[in-house]
């Protein structure tokens, strides 16, 4: 909290924000929250401290240091950060929130006093004239209170605690899943040998055998995809699912419990404290095993007889564009690693650099020619998406309610921000079609374009979106490209005439694409090492 404060500045800090440190579990880092904040009636509780010291009323503060517990304003800031850079410093607006959420609570049965303690055992609220009238604890016994000051941080903890377990929990969903995800990688390979080794013994025989050959790699594919599929949809609703249920639990119950009122707090610790216990119970899904059909050869290289049991299966059909002649198969090339903070959501490019939005709620700068990577800006919200366009960083933000979408100038300053409603509590992602902002409302099956100040242009319909993952791109300078990770879909839909230009299903589970002038590129999440090429103009897919 930098250096050690005078007398003087502990005077000072009377009529300023007071901020306790919690304890972290061992995972995590110390946190500050706000406990005491005096009340903003008038201009002098945001003027700047220096000045009104100087007997300069009128100039209001702009930054409120933590540190030092003193508000500035811009020119005694700069002084100020000149000695003291390493101070923890927010915003005047974030200081008036913190001040309005700790404003007295007035008790409901007498309207004079104000609540100020609680029962550890029922979470019941009073004030000191409600002690004379209170009953029994639900158990029978007198109630153990506490003050609100006592009493909060300790309830505090024991979420902590409880959000402890949570983490290792999704540590050890994580495990399985990332055996899962190998286990089906070693599958593919597995699978593209023996159709090697069907495909080399078929050339080894004469002619009237050949379509026998082609007829069993049919066979074999289907009976695979089939097995692989059942794989996907054991990581997808055993693991991913309850990962997912894991992560919303955690960040909830993180986010009321840090930025609602110590007595909201207190009412809301039983239904925290069920929901979290209730997510701990069971064992993790143990990844089942499959009986696998190998391929057999015999010695004798002219009576190669290849057996395997196999069971049909329907796969949606695909149109198949043939590669042009100047296409050649080509491998992409690792330049370097460079580690982040934290997993990686998003990544966005722009003037030798890329900017990469986190789960930590932060985008950081990579500078791809010295491969610096630092903070580019952060927020008390879920990142989403970040992209950078006109030297503006855009993030779209979620919270508990709804998703935000924050404009910052690269020197991080905001300029402006609004609200996007979208039903669906999954990722969202936003693109840029010629200077217009395009982000799905998937609640209504909607795409909304934006101008780039957040004004509504049109709400175009579009009824293949779903509540699942959904991520875009801009395929041209008059329509976006959408993968639609649960139905499987990957469609293109013009922003002027607001109609589907084509669709297709023939990458399963979508997870990311990106577009130039004449290609889509997608991806999955289940086969990592392929990249699956489409024609922009038609949809239809590349085969090399």
């Excluded at 609100?148 to 290792?168: A, F, G, H, M, R």
């Excluded at 594919?221 to 599929?229: C, E, H, L, T």
């Excluded at 460079?338 to 997993?343: E, N, T």
């Excluded at 589907?500 to 990592?528: D, E, L, M, Y």
């Amino acid at each position: 909290m930098g250096p050690k404060r005078t007398a003087e500045t502990l005077s000072r800090a009377a009529n300023c924000v007071k901020l306790c440190k919690v304890e972290a579990t061992s995972a995590e880092e110390e946190e500050m929250i706000i406990v005491e904040c005096p009340s903003l009636h008038d201009q002098t509780d945001t003027a700047c401290d220096v000045c009104v010291r100087k007997d300069i009323h009128d100039q209001l503060a702009t930054t409120y240091c933590t540190s030092c517990s003193t508000k500035f304003c811009l020119k005694h800031l700069q002084s100020h950060d000149d000695c003291f850079w390493d101070h923890v410093k927010i915003d005047m607006e974030e200081y008036k929130q913190q001040a309005k959420k700790l404003e007295p609570r007035p008790c409901s049965e007498h309207p004079d006093l104000e609540y100020s303690m609680g029962c550890g055992v029922c979470q019941v609220v009073i004030c000191n004239k409600c002690v004379s009238n209170l009953g029994l604890c639900t158990d029978g016994a007198p109630h153990r209170l506490r003050s609100l000051e006592d009493l909060v941080p300790e309830l505090y903890q024991e979420i902590s605690e409880l959000k402890t377990l949570i983490v290792n929990k999704e540590d050890v969903l994580s495990t399985v899943f990332k055996e899962t995800a190998k286990t089906i990688s070693d599958f593919e390979i597995e699978t593209k040998m023996m159709v090697e080794l069907l495909r080399k013994t078929c050339n080894n025989q004469i002619n009237s055998i050949r379509q026998k050959y082609d007829n069993l790699e049919k066979d074999l594919m289907k009976f695979r995809n089939k097995i692989q599929k059942e794989m996907e949809h054991f990581m997808k609703n055993n693991v991913d699912r309850k990962l997912g249920i894991l992560s919303d639990c955690k960040r909830k119950v993180e986010f009321d419990f840090q930025n609602s009122h110590k007595v909201d707090i207190v009412h809301g610790y039983s239904q925290a404290f069920k929901d979290m216990n209730d997510l701990l119970k069971g064992d993790p899904p143990a990844l089942p095993s499959y009986n696998v059909v190998v391929l057999v050869k015999k010695e004798t290289p002219r009576d190669i007889d290849l057996k395997m049991e196999f069971h049909s299966n329907d796969f949606p059909d695909m149109q198949i564009a043939p590669c042009p002649a100047d296409h050649r198969t080509r491998c992409l090339t690792l330049l370097n690693e460079i580690p982040v903070s934290s997993k990686c959501n998003s990544i966005s490019y722009h003037h030798s650099s890329a900017y990469v939005s986190l789960e930590n709620n932060s985008v950081e700068r990579i500078n791809l020619d010295s491969w610096q990577c630092k903070v580019a800006q952060t927020t008390h919200n879920r990142v989403n998406d970040a992209a950078v366009f006109n030297r503006k960083i855009y993030l779209l933000e979620r919270n508990l309610k709804n998703f935000i979408v924050r404009v910052y100038l690269l020197t991080g300053r905001s300029v402006v921000s609004w609200d996007h409603f979208d039903g669906s509590n999954k990722f969202n992602k936003l693109t840029f079609v010629d200077n217009m902002i395009v982000i799905p409302d998937r609640a209504t099956k909607h795409l909304v374009v934006y101008t780039l100040k957040g004004d509504v242009v049109k709400n175009i319909p579009c009824d293949l979106l779903s509540e699942d993952c959904v991520t875009l791109c801009a395929a041209d300078s008059d329509s976006v490209v959408v993968s639609d990770h649960q139905s499987s879909q990957i469609f293109k839909v013009s922003i002027s005439t607001e109609k589907v230009v084509w669709t297709t299903k023939c990458v399963r589970n979508p997870q990311g694409i990106t577009c130039n002038s004449s290609h889509v590129f997608a991806t999955n999440r289940s086969t990592r090492t392929r990249i699956w090429i489409l024609d922009s103009g038609n949809g239809k897919l590349y085969i090399y």
